[in-house]
């Protein structure tokens, strides 16, 4: 452990998820950032300094899992293998090599297969006893393993173990409400995709029998919840390939995230993950003791990434006033933070793994994202507010995902020279 003389930097990131948006009509014109009372993220931006920042590429749209690996500093045009592989380490599950993972969703569908409710009302439960009766199907044409494990609210992870599997097959989910439920499809020709698109189809299929009728779900309905009466399969992945961040940097980091998909990347890279209670990963979950364990964390670590997701779900579910209130939340434990840190020699980052568009498509964008760096050497711009306006007259100006990692890593002295 260290100790508090040491004067040692660190760095703590903090990612509010889906946080960037648009000019809202909601809103008269502004964004829930702009909105939101949060002055304890607006000092921090009055005394570092800010900018934007485009996850991958301007106007390219990314998800929450290529947006994390590319602000960790991975590339995920040559990385990225597969959403399902990170929901599986995020779970706890051990992939062995060969092993393919899916993301699912529980899911409400009519008797034609036809999506009524893509998440079966977000909050399940019953999930857990779902579960065991998942885990209870056995498939009759294959002799794969199938292991499902549920993760938080909706989601869960599924995993296939046997020989002979790969991960380019196509998802079920359709992705839109009112359409049917899709055939898995191999996405390329070879006898191990066409195998493993048979094996999600037959998969679904036993689910949907299992759990259209069940007591369980009939429950539900009596008590006017949508039955959650299939998974949505979707994001087949394997384990990737990467050096890890404390090889590539020499550093000690921790993740403290509560979603399966953003422990599974921080542990892909390398991180540590630190569990803490109360950290649902949802609009409840418990914002300021993410930051507690942080503070404490940063006696042993160089590097800890706090993730939320809560703004991104309000995003989805275009609920705005949820989405400034999560916000307001969020400033409000960053406000404990600064009072806690040693800000002399404490680097703290704020920004956003993408947009999330409240009002027109509940769904990510391309757009670009606030961020803010604030710590010991860093010269301030003249922006007061963290929010996308302001932050586009910021002194970092726009710069890629990518660049994140390395602009931290230099702050705490630990990238080497290019050259001589």
């Given at each position: 452990m260290r100790r508090r003389g040491d004067h040692v930097k660190r760095a703590l990131l903090i990612v509010i998820d889906g946080a960037a948006d648009r000019a809202l009509k909601t809103l008269n014109g502004k964004t829930p950032l702009e909105v939101a009372y949060k002055p304890n993220i607006d000092q921090l931006a009055t005394n570092g300094v800010t900018g934007i920042m485009d996850p991958i590429a301007p106007g390219v749209s990314v998800g929450s899992d290529t947006a994390h690996l590319a602000l960790l500093g991975y590339d995920p045009f040559k990385?990225?293998?597969?959403?399902?592989?990170?929901?599986?380490?995020?779970?706890?599950?051990?992939?062995?090599?060969?092993?393919?993972?899916?993301?699912?969703?529980?899911?409400?569908?009519?008797?034609?297969?036809?999506?009524?409710?893509?998440?079966?009302?977000?909050?399940?439960?019953?999930?857990?006893?779902?579960?065991?009766?998942?885990?209870?199907?056995?498939?009759?044409?294959?002799?794969?393993?199938?292991?499902?494990?549920?993760?938080?609210?909706?989601?869960?992870?599924?995993?296939?173990?046997?020989?002979?599997?790969?991960?380019?097959?196509?998802?079920?989910?359709?992705?839109?409400?009112?359409?049917?439920?899709?055939?898995?499809?191999?996405?390329?020709?070879?006898?191990?995709?066409?195998?493993?698109?048979?094996?999600?189809?037959?998969?679904?299929?036993?689910?949907?029998?299992?759990?259209?009728?069940?007591?369980?779900?009939?429950s539900r309905v009596k008590r006017g919840l949508p039955p959650a009466n299939i998974l949505l399969v979707r994001g087949a992945g394997v384990l990737p390939n990467v050096k890890p961040l404390s090889e590539r940097f020499k550093v000690k980091c921790a993740c403290i995230a509560g979603i399966a998909l953003v422990k599974g990347v921080a542990k892909a890279v390398g991180m540590d993950i630190i569990d803490v209670p109360g950290a649902t990963g949802g609009l409840d979950t418990d914002v300021l003791a993410k930051v507690k364990y942080a503070i404490k964390a940063l006696e042993d670590y160089d590097f800890v990434f706090i993730h939320y997701k809560g703004t991104d779900a309000a995003s989805h579910d275009g609920n705005v006033w949820a989405k400034v209130k999560i916000i307001e939340k969020i400033d409000s434990a960053i406000g404990y933070l600064i009072d806690r840190v040693n800000l002399d020699e404490t680097y703290i980052i704020i920004t956003a793994d993408h947009a999330t568009l409240t009002e027109e498509t509940r769904n990510h964008s391309g757009d670009f994202v606030p961020i803010l760096i604030h710590g010991p050497g860093v010269i301030p711009d003249d922006v007061r507010v963290f929010c996308e306006r302001a932050c586009l007259k910021g002194g970092l100006g726009r710069i890629r995902g990518l660049d994140l990692m390395n602009i931290i890593m230099n702050y705490l002295d630990k990238v080497e020279k290019f050259g001589e």
């Open positions: 990385t990225y293998t597969g959403r399902g592989a990170f929901e599986a380490l995020g779970a706890g599950i051990k992939l062995q090599p060969g092993e393919v993972a899916f993301r699912t969703n529980f899911a409400t569908v009519d008797e034609e297969m036809r999506v009524i409710d893509r998440r079966a009302g977000r909050y399940i439960e019953e999930a857990k006893e779902f579960e065991k009766l998942i885990n209870s199907i056995s498939l009759k044409t294959s002799n794969v393993k199938v292991l499902f494990r549920h993760t938080v609210e909706h989601r869960g992870v599924l995993i296939l173990r046997g020989e002979g599997l790969s991960r380019f097959v196509s998802d079920t989910d359709p992705h839109k409400i009112g359409m049917r439920v899709l055939e898995s499809k191999p996405l390329i020709d070879s006898p191990e995709a066409k195998r493993t698109a048979n094996i999600v189809n037959e998969f679904t299929r036993e689910v949907y029998k299992l759990l259209k009728d069940h007591p369980l779900n009939k």
